[in-house]
């Protein structure tokens, strides 16, 4: 009987896992894939990411993680009208394989217990416990006083539960081989609703170009690439030597008011999992600090008698309500910038 099973071995997952092995949890942290494992994600990790890195883990991130251009910049927006806004912002570029991998080994270091390659296929609520039922080389089940899913909305877990619906963002992104007349320290987001049903990006790593656009509509994927190649062709001569790959993922596609699904039952939701995620995809600071406050509600109840759930999930709402204040500020303030997010404005 574990203390805590976490699923998902990401920012959030690694985070709770870490908080609650250092303070005497027995907790074993699940993740489908094999570690390190590929996610498909900017890489950029703001101010608050880096401060949340130290905070959390007692040291700043490896360099071992990072990748050039290693600082950057902040972010420049061009909104629905072609005009462009910059905001200077000191961060990190990193490869996220290696940055979930290092998180990882800090949990351990803590104490938890990892184990990849292992799928989390349901969650059963027992009188005393929660049977996690997981799938690595054969199908078996573990057992938990309770239960944190953050396996994003790629994962099984929240979709099994009634009365938590999601919908979701597709994004896809190609790394090429070639040049662009950008600065490389920076993060490019485009809100034009001509190249995207949501947002367009650039940045770099390694040399990589990166250009990605987002879809409702996965079917409109290939026709908004396309236009988002030509306008950067046109507006900042780019030219592709070679594609060297492409990658699709999900995000949640967040709504008016940042709705929050906190749980359900002695399953907590946390990070992307639950609905934390800032405007362009910037989900490492929410999937942290939703991870941290998921783990420091559960060390607020006693996991040896019945559970208080009441007094947990006001816990916890408690713990993250500046975390979607500042979301919702977020979200409003793109709003004000790009009508294409009107439906956010607060």
Request: hydrophobic fraction near 35%; glycine fraction near 8%; proline fraction near 3%.
């Amino acid at each position: 009987m574990y203390d805590v099973i976490i699923i998902g071995a990401g920012p959030t997952g690694c985070v709770a896992a870490r908080e609650l092995a250092c303070n005497g949890y027995k907790v074993l942290l699940v993740e489908k894939l094999k570690m390190p494992r590929n996610k498909s994600c900017s890489g950029i990790l703001i101010k608050k990411s880096m401060n949340m890195v130290r905070q959390y883990f007692g040291e700043d991130v490896p360099e071992f993680t990072m990748c050039t251009p290693t600082n950057n910049r902040g972010m420049i927006f061009t909104n629905d009208k072609g005009q462009e806004y910059r905001y200077e912002q000191e961060g990190l570029n990193i490869w996220r394989n290696s940055f979930d991998y290092w998180l990882s080994t800090k949990a351990v270091e803590a104490g938890a217990e990892l184990r990849d390659g292992t799928a989390a296929l349901s969650c059963e609520e027992r009188e005393d416990c929660v049977l996690v039922n997981l799938k690595g080389t054969s199908v078996y089940s573990e057992k938990a006083k309770i239960v944190v899913a953050c396996d994003g909305v790629v994962g099984s877990i929240r979709r099994k539960f009634p009365h938590t619906p999601q919908s979701y963002i597709t994004t896809y992104q190609t790394f090429n081989i070639g040049s662009i007349d950008l600065d490389y320290h920076y993060f490019y987001a485009y809100l034009q609703p001509y190249l995207s049903e949501y947002d367009a990006w650039f940045n770099v790593k390694d040399n990589y170009l990166i250009f990605g656009v987002s879809v409702k509509d996965t079917r409109n994927l290939e026709y908004y690439y396309s236009e988002f190649i030509a306008y950067m062709e046109k507006h900042h001569n780019a030219k592709i030597k070679k594609r060297e790959k492409a990658e699709k993922w999900l995000m949640p596609h967040i709504m008016p008011g940042c709705p929050i699904a906190y749980g359900n039952g002695k399953v907590l939701f946390a990070g992307e999992t639950a609905g934390f995620l800032n405007p362009m995809g910037e989900g490492i600071s929410a999937g942290m600090e939703s991870g941290y406050a998921a783990a420091k509600a559960i060390e607020k109840i006693d996991l040896n008698s019945k559970l208080d759930l009441k007094t947990l999930y006001s816990f916890y709402q408690d713990n993250t309500s500046a975390l979607r204040v500042y979301m919702q500020r977020q979200w409003s303030f793109v709003a004000g910038m790009a009508s294409t997010f009107n439906y956010m404005k607060l």
